[in-house]
């Protein structure tokens, strides 16, 4: 009896802890219905003209950001929509204050209190929008916010009424890390390295992803705008608003190619898709 006891003893506190284990949330900010002309944007002259043509839109998607508990920290990934917002000529948006960021936490059990760091994958109204309910700094890739500050940029602003939210007190980060797999650039963004972002240019010009990564090793990638679907993504269809279309391309290149050699689950903002892909953590 007391030889069993003493081994029980023994054993016990060999077990090995369970490493920092990570968490992450989808957060739902509201619905966006899109015209079929941006999602499935025709090439040259068309891909931008068409957006102002009247056409066919598609069902509510959602406006998704991300929320990521890990050693003992809440980082956000993206802030989300407000009510404030103004429709585009491409865009129909569907938010209630009860959606926005504060409700959209604790509908998932978290507190806005707790965020620790948020972190922007772009500079899109239904991304940084919800920055206002924040008193932290919100991290931004210097390069986007380098061009959101252009006069074209602000032009845009003014004229489709999505001003960047005032009282927000964006941070300039540098992706001065280096390649991380397929991605040209990165930054850890936590001290193990378990969260990055990393760049994914094309949508906008200093669109980044977040890369963490899951208890399981699995890359879990939240892509942001990079494409508004997984359809999307292999199809390698560049959207109708990004400045470059073959940035955007390089961009899906990267990711699938990222995806060959570590198994990735693909997030982006808008996918319908994006919360059963987490759930079930299906890779591409
Ligand atoms: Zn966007």
Redesign the pocket.
Known sequence: MESKLASTAVEYPARVPPRSIMRIHALTTGTVRLKHAFLYAKSGLRRQFDLFLPGPWSDPVPIHCWAIEHAGRLILADTGETAAVHDLPFARFDVTPEQELPGALAAAGLALADVETAVLT?M?GD?MDGGIHLRGTVLVHDRELMFSRTRGARIAQRLFRQPVPVGVDFRPVALDDGPFGAFAQSRPLSDDGRILAVASPG?TPGHISILCIDDEGRHVLLAG?ATDTLEQLHARRPDAVAPKPAVSVATMEAILAHGREHPTVYLPSHDPESVARLDAGATL
């Open positions: 772009h899109h991304h949508h705008d």
